[in-house]
């Protein structure tokens, strides 16, 4: 294990604490940590991979229906870090009144948010990104947010393969949208695969105040 990913699982080894759910704008909660939001279509795995993340089964989550979680969900990750679970998008059957009031939520949530530092965008790999991804990959354009796609249930094609696909989504997202992050990651909340390499991305962004608390020689 290298020391990013060693930094990495100590973060999410942490108290991670539900903080508030948002259903309205009026709702959001003051930024006051370092934020990662985790964004995807109904369905795609993201409760299932926040959970894998934190080690925790039922931190965020998890429907069989696509469409059910319907708020901003905030989790205090050991007072370092914000985990944002985003309501999922692109369910077949939403109305279209249930259509503008997540773009509405989501535009407000995104909007002058100082303290997110990057969206992870989650994209099934085994159908690719669909015209309500590219909507959000846009709309992250527009907001001036850094979203980083993340590949979810890659058990199935495998850890060389996925790390592939993985990095020629990433080629294309970024000749499409200035907001994409260079590297996208593989995953698979099943198996565990990328989610050390996952932790020591998003420890690099979480508040150093609370390591240097604990040894005073940290920069």
């Not at 539900?18 to 259903?23: L, S």
């Not at 934020?35 to 995807?40: I, L, Q, S, T, W």
């Not at 354009?141 to 696909?165: I, R, S």
Request: proline content about 6%.
């Amino acid at each position: 294990m290298s020391a990013n990913e060693e930094a990495g699982r100590l973060l999410f080894a942490q108290a991670c604490q539900f903080v508030a759910g948002a259903a309205r704008e009026e709702q959001l909660p003051l930024p006051s940590l370092p934020e990662v939001a985790f964004a995807g279509r109904s369905n795609v795995g993201k409760s299932s991979l926040v959970n894998s993340l934190t080690g925790r089964r039922t931190l965020a989550r998890v429907s069989s229906t696509p469409g059910r979680t319907r708020q901003i969900n905030f989790f205090d990750l050991g007072g370092r870090l914000m985990l944002v679970d985003l309501p999922g998008y692109g369910y077949a059957r939403a109305a279209k009144g249930e259509i503008k009031a997540w773009t509405g939520l989501m535009r407000s949530f995104l909007r002058g948010r100082h303290g997110l530092r990057r969206v992870c965008l989650l994209i099934d790999s085994r159908h690719g990104p669909k015209p309500a991804d590219e909507d959000v990959m846009t709309l992250l354009d527009e907001a001036a947010v850094v979203f980083q796609v993340v590949l979810t249930k890659c058990d199935k094609p495998g850890a060389k393969k996925a790390n592939a696909m993985a990095e020629t989504l990433a080629r294309e997202c970024s000749g499409r949208h200035p907001a994409t992050y260079p590297q996208a990651f593989a995953s698979s909340a099943r198996i565990g695969l990328g989610i050390a390499q996952l932790r020591a991305e998003l420890a690099t962004l979480a508040d150093p105040q609370a390591d240097k608390m604990m040894d005073p020689n940290l920069p």
